[in-house]
């Protein structure tokens, strides 16, 4: 009796023991939520178009350049207040661009998954043409973000995951071929899937219109040859180059790479949950005299509040930096909440055409009208003011290179400022000065304290000897120029 009951009890140890291994087997599976591989290329569309926007173009990196190239003011006496007064702890720090890195190379990761499986076919992706030269084009321009922020960056070991956790770091100029060489296949397969409608509803920026993706990958391809243009030795060749890829996104009618209301639903804009939540920046004293008194754009630019006496400030002005109540003048746009995000607007399109025709001695004056025109049109529509756009750019005259220079400045002052930082240090780069900048905190004690590059974030410089090597302490940011601004 007894060696059957032990018997019994065995067995049972035995089926729990079995039941308890199955349940440990599904223990940590989540059931909820779908696992990479088995969510269709389309459905990751939307975070890739948003994440872009939201972290990339208009996150830490615009916040913090707007002080830098004096298209806001840095206030409210922390991290911007201390970014304003050019304090080295704050832009040297690996920590102050760290979110910004991280997302960005995570939403590369999201894009790249979106790559591999319409390339390999995988779960119903095969021949999504399409779909595919739109993951192109977000990657070339996350990628092109990166190396314009930082220089040289984890590009061909990079989004491999456990595989290789510590990437190297390619030359920028490589990153640069790679980029372009993006860009062409995603034309070439935007032109393939032309007729396709791959991404259904998920596609927030153009709702399937693949001739904008396409004009949008020229644009890019414009911005990315134009950036080369200090380190190139055949400046009449590559500017020529320049001008067809603009042009050809103008013949495809491109109307603005944006992140704007879909299917009648908006979202709060980074730069309106910026002020709301943080009241970080004011009107600078640097946009509102190149503005002058005629400007349409002027009075939205120092918008009153309610507790403000409105008008601009001197970049630097310690006391005004140190301002924490949210009463100092900022720009209008930025209390409307629902205004688009320029990923790449119009009015650079045409800034890049203008200045690529003033360089080939072309006359430049019908791209220049355009380029501020649509600057000036989209932000009176904003505020129902029915001022005349395309007047008041006849009113400037001829172009030159100060004036396209000068009103490109005012026009990305919006949420455009990572490429303003990227033209200031290009044409510095070439000797020519179009924007004078007037911190004072930009040389202390007759050093350098305006950053020719931003320091890498704090999770690769811990992890990865191949970034920490380069990081040092920081300092490096402020005599390391990037390649295509005339250093390594």
């Known amino acids: 009796m007894k060696k059957y009951i032990l018997s019994v009890l065995s067995i049972a140890f035995l089926g729990l023991t079995s039941c308890t291994e199955d349940i440990m087997d599904d223990i940590n599976k989540d059931n909820q939520h779908p696992s990479p591989e088995n969510v269709s290329a389309a459905l990751q569309l939307t975070d890739a178009i948003m994440a872009t926007g939201f972290s990339t173009v208009s996150g830490d990196y615009a916040f913090y ?68 030269g739109m993951a192109q084009t977000l990657e070339a321009l996350n990628f092109g973000i990166l190396t314009d922020m930082h220089g040289d960056i984890p590009y061909s070991e990079a989004l491999q995951g456990q595989e290789n956790l510590q990437p190297k770091l390619d030359a920028q100029k490589d990153v640069y071929t790679g980029i372009l060489n993006t860009l062409e296949d995603a034309i070439k397969n935007l032109e393939k899937g032309k007729d396709l409608e791959s991404a259904g509803n998920q596609d927030i920026a153009f709702g399937n219109d693949n001739e904008q993706w396409m004009a949008t990958a020229y644009a890019l391809k414009a911005r990315y040859l134009l950036h080369q243009l200090a380190v190139t030795e055949d400046k009449t060749a590559l500017l020529t180059e320049v001008k067809k890829a603009a042009e050809k996104a ?6 603005g790479f944006l992140i704007k209301e879909f299917n009648g639903v908006t979202c709060d804009n980074p730069w309106s949950a910026y ?24 009075p939205y630019y120092i918008y009153k509040t309610d507790k403000s006496e409105g008008g601009s400030y001197q970049p630097g002005d310690e006391e005004i930096a140190q301002v924490a109540d949210g009463s100092l003048a900022y720009p209008a746009w930025y209390d409307l909440g629902s205004q688009p995000i320029h990923m790449f607007s119009v009015s650079e399109l045409y ?91 930009n040389t202390q004690g007759g050093v350098n304290r305006f950053p020719e590059r931003l320091p890498y974030g704090n999770s690769s410089v811990l992890s990865n000897p191949n970034i920490s090597s380069v990081y040092g302490d920081g300092y490096y940011i402020y005599s390391e120029k990037t390649w295509i601004n005339g250093g390594k």
């Open 65 to 132: 350049l707007s002080s830098l190239t004096e298209q806001e003011i840095g206030v409210g006496n922390n991290q911007l207040m201390r970014a304003e007064l050019r304090n080295s702890a704050e832009w040297a720090a690996s920590t102050t661009f760290n979110n910004v890195w991280n997302a960005t190379y995570g939403n590369l990761m999201n894009i790249r998954q979106m790559i591999e499986k319409i390339t390999t076919g995988t779960q119903g992706n095969a021949e999504k043409y399409d779909l595919l």
């Open 250 to 255: 103008v013949e495809l009618n491109f109307k």
């Open 275 to 298: 002020i709301w939540s943080r009241e970080y920046t004011a009107s600078s004293k640097t946009v509102t005299n190149l503005m002058g008194t005629d400007d349409p754009r002027l």
């Open 351 to 441: 800034f890049i055409l203008s200045e690529v025709k003033l360089r080939l001695n072309e006359d430049a004056t019908t791209e220049f009208q355009k380029a501020v025109a649509a600057s000036v049109s989209e932000i009176m529509g904003w505020f129902d003011d029915d001022t005349d756009a395309s007047a008041y750019a006849s009113s400037l005259g001829t172009p030159t290179l100060q004036k396209v220079f000068e009103q490109k400045y005012i026009a990305q002052s919006v949420d455009e400022q990572v490429e303003t930082y990227n033209d200031l240090r290009r044409v510095k780069a070439m000797g020519e000065n179009y924007i004078v900048l007037t911190n004072p905190y």
